[in-house]
């Protein structure tokens, strides 16, 4: 079985632009989450959805949004890049709650020039 | 919002020492999850505490729930080049998981 997909694997973007990333979870898991990870820390949580409603948001500003579609798969949206967005952003999908096991994708590395 | 603390930040061990890695927070935890993390890889799930107490083992890794359920840690025995990586912890709230700093363990051949 495939595990969770990300796209793209890299993205080099310039201030003040937009960026869309996408998540496809595991077959059968419905909960999708949304992590920022910048280099040298751990992951900072953005967003979990659940059955394709917004179930937890993060400390993060409104120019970050995100949505689930029917098949369970999530976008995440950046608006406005800042330098400081540059960052590992990760995708995890589990079962159903965030406290089932929270299966990573490989990230997105996005560089904000 | 809740901060989980690890120590040690960093650590250096040669092959076949033991490791140990702590995370500690201020407020009672519900449940916590340990993760490793490769270089250049993504968080790989490494198991879950829920009880006050708890202790559970997997080969040579040894995970604890501390008594009060305010701290937890990860032992490594007989360390192998195979565990390089960074170790969180992360408390789980209630639609959120919230990581710790990580403990980045090197280890020397």
């Known amino acids: 079985d495939a595990g969770v997909t990300q796209s793209p694997t890299h993205l080099i973007k310039t201030r003040g632009q937009h960026v869309t990333l996408r998540c496809s979870p595991i077959?059968?898991?419905?909960?999708v989450s949304w992590y920022q990870q910048v280099l040298g820390q751990g992951p900072q949580f953005i967003f979990q959805?659940?059955?394709?409603?917004?179930?937890g948001r993060g400390n993060f500003p409104d120019r970050f949004s995100a949505r689930q579609f029917p098949n369970y798969s999530s976008e995440l949206n950046v608006n406005a890049l800042l330098l400081g967005d540059s960052a590992l952003y990760l995708c995890?999908?589990?079962?159903?709650?965030?406290?089932?096991?929270?299966?990573f994708g490989p990230g997105t590395r996005l560089t904000v020039l | 919002g809740q901060q989980v603390m690890q120590i040690p930040q960093y650590q250096h061990v040669q092959e076949g020492e033991d490791f140990t890695t702590y995370c500690n927070s201020s407020?009672?935890?519900?449940?916590i999850q340990w993760y490793k993390q490769r270089p250049g890889g993504h968080p790989v799930f490494l198991i879950q505490?829920?009880?006050?107490?708890e202790v559970k083992k997997q080969k040579r890794l040894t995970f604890q729930f501390g008594e009060a359920k305010k701290n937890s840690s990860l032992h490594i025995t007989a360390t192998q080049t195979t565990d390089v990586g960074t170790y969180f912890c992360?408390?789980?709230?209630?639609?959120?998981?919230?990581f710790g700093t990580g403990t980045r363990l090197t280890v020397i051949p």
């Open positions: 992360a408390e789980t709230g209630a639609n959120n998981l919230f």
């Open positions: 407020t009672t935890l519900s449940n």
């Open positions: 077959s059968g898991h419905k909960s």
């Open positions: 959805y659940y059955e394709k409603e917004e179930r």
């Open positions: 995890a999908s589990s079962l159903n709650r965030v406290t089932d096991t929270q299966y």
């Open positions: 505490l829920v009880k006050s107490g």
